[in-house]
């Protein structure tokens, strides 16, 4: 019966390097989504996947940022040559099917610092 | 792009107090989202609203979609309350949420 899952929790990076963000969704959620906090500042919606559609990116900052889903399980959200304004926490979230209706089911985020 | 505002940003109560925060948006919507967010940084889906009235034990969540406003409350406030609340929102033929910057709720023994 696990939700949501995500890793590392923490990751401190030298500004330059590229990282890598892990999301685990509950098992049978079609909708992944992945968002961004930074500090102060409220959440940012990054990218959704649904199912084996296009996933719709447009709320990526950069092209630095890309993510990727295999098949209706785990994703990955990359960020390369990272900056310190990529400090943030990134929360995935899944979903029964894509679709506002559906209620979202948020991991623990994973706390990045870009140094 | 939909606006969306909350109120207060941060809010002091004495437990038992009955607590009442607010979201407005600027767009016509198809969900409205109540989260909640403790310290540690853990984020709960509390509410999902199209129309109407919704509750669950101690929360009552409100929408009042000519108005493009929803409200939370809390009855019977604790300190375990205490978190960040954040209003999200969803527009027509769009499933991206636009959030709210959220308020910060503190329950005072």
């Known amino acids: 019966g696990a939700g949501v899952s995500q890793s590392p929790s923490n990751k401190v990076t030298e500004k330059g390097k590229d990282v890598e963000l892990r999301c685990d969704p509950i098992s049978g959620h079609t909708a992944l989504y992945w968002y961004r906090q930074r500090l102060g500042q409220g959440l940012e919606f990054l990218i959704y996947f649904q199912g084996n559609s296009a996933p719709d990116k447009s709320g990526l900052p950069s092209d630095r940022f890309s993510a990727e889903r295999t098949g209706e399980s785990v994703s990955t959200l990359t960020i390369q040559r990272t900056q310190q304004e990529d400090s943030a926490v990134y929360l995935c979230a899944s979903s029964l099917v894509a679709g506002l209706t559906y209620e979202q089911y948020f991991g623990p985020g994973t706390r990045l610092t870009v140094t | 792009k939909n606006e969306v505002e909350q109120s207060p940003q941060n809010l002091t109560a004495q437990e038992g107090e009955f607590i009442t925060i607010n979201c407005s948006y600027s767009v016509g919507i198809s969900a409205l989202h109540w989260l909640q967010q403790h310290p540690g940084g853990g984020i709960v889906s509390l509410f999902m609203?199209?129309?109407g009235k919704k509750k669950h034990g101690r929360l009552i969540a409100t929408i009042n979609i000519q108005e493009k406003h929803s409200s939370l409350h809390i009855t019977a406030s604790h300190p375990r309350d205490s978190a960040v609340y954040i209003c999200a929102v969803a527009n027509f033929g769009n499933e991206k949420l636009t959030f709210g910057t959220g308020t910060r709720l503190t329950i005072i023994p």
């Open positions: 609203l199209s129309s």
